[in-house]
């Protein structure tokens, strides 16, 4: 039988060598389009992921300085606790939703609003709007306004402080402190100090030392007087709103165990 003829070594490396080029484009494409897929798929969850946390829905650029100033302050004096996240309302029936509201008042209504309030109500279930010409500085004021007549945007990092969770009722009441504006009454640490020029005494009074803790002698009358305010005449009298609409039972608790540990 004659021997099978034997073909040269480049003939028989040729086939080899095609079906690895053929593998490694294959292997190229797959990971091209991969990288891309993955590409496209991370651009989108981004976009969505700003848009859902709001600070894509208008950018800080667009934004002017006084009405990026004038979304702190709304966060900052609690505005924002009881008109909702940019006004949307929703929080009491008794306080109006300022997104739809606020646009239709010029500079000068609001400014009276927001320095000499808005009614009284003897019902603590229904919140009003106290008076804040004697807290709130005249820039702050116009800040304000100015945000207001913008239609409250997104502003970024003007966000309500964290209330902590699980670590006791004191140290949750003192962030609901600071998140819902008592401290800018009532100062740091319930220190006070904080001008009303038309009251008896002519400040704030403080939530520390022996006269508060002689008229308020239990945890029920501290609760009360959150709950109920205290209004003690019309502006430009400051006086210590409702809180009962508002807070709930357990925060005002929280508030008070907190109010507890000031010396």
């Known amino acids: 039988m004659a021997e099978p003829k034997q073909q040269p070594r480049g003939e028989r490396l040729l086939p080899a060598i095609l079906a690895a080029t053929a593998a490694m484009v294959a292997a190229g494409v797959a990971v091209g389009f991969?990288?891309?897929?993955?590409?496209?798929?991370?651009?989108?969850?981004?976009?969505?992921?700003?848009?859902?946390?709001?600070?894509?829905?208008?950018?800080?650029?667009?934004?002017?300085?006084?009405?990026?100033?004038?979304?702190h302050t709304f966060v900052q004096f609690a505005c924002v606790e009881c008109?909702?996240?940019?006004?949307?309302?929703?929080?009491?029936?008794?306080?109006?939703?300022?997104?739809?509201?606020?646009?239709?008042?010029?500079?000068?209504t609001l400014t009276r609003i927001i320095d000499h309030g808005l009614g009284e109500s003897a019902n603590p279930t229904k919140p009003y709007m106290p008076v804040w010409g004697a807290v709130i500085s005249k820039t702050q004021v116009a800040d304000l306004a100015a945000y207001i007549r913008?239609?409250?945007?997104?502003v970024a990092d003007?966000?309500?402080v964290p209330v902590p969770r699980g670590q006791g009722a004191a140290v949750a009441g003192a962030g609901l402190y600071v998140r819902y504006g008592c401290v800018n009454c009532h100062g740091p640490n319930g220190l006070g100090g904080v001008p009303n020029p038309q009251?008896?005494?002519?400040?704030?009074?403080?939530?520390?030392?022996?006269?508060f803790r002689g008229e308020f002698d239990t945890d029920a009358k501290?609760?009360?007087?959150?709950?109920?305010?205290?209004?003690?005449?019309?502006?430009?009298?400051v006086s210590m709103p409702h809180w009962?609409?508002?807070?709930?039972?357990?925060?005002?608790?929280?508030?008070?165990?907190?109010?507890?540990?000031?010396?």
Do not use: C, E, F
Request: charged share 15%; glycine share 14%.
């Open 244 to 263: 009962g609409g508002i807070l709930s039972r357990s925060q005002i608790a929280d508030l008070v165990a907190y109010l507890k540990t000031l010396k």
């Open 158 to 160: 003007a966000q309500p």
């Open 83 to 108: 008109h909702g996240p940019q006004g949307r309302g929703g929080v009491s029936p008794d306080v109006p939703a300022l997104k739809t509201v606020g646009r239709a008042m010029n500079v000068a």
């Open 222 to 237: 501290i609760a009360a007087v959150i709950r109920s305010g205290s209004v003690i005449g019309k502006a430009p009298i």
């Open 199 to 211: 009251s008896p005494d002519k400040t704030i009074p403080p939530l520390t030392g022996g006269d």
């Open 34 to 71: 991969a990288a891309g897929h993955y590409t496209n798929r991370t651009a989108t969850v981004t976009r969505t992921v700003a848009r859902a946390g709001g600070a894509a829905a208008t950018p800080a650029a667009h934004i002017s300085p006084q009405v990026a100033a004038g979304g």
């Open 150 to 154: 913008a239609g409250l945007p997104v």
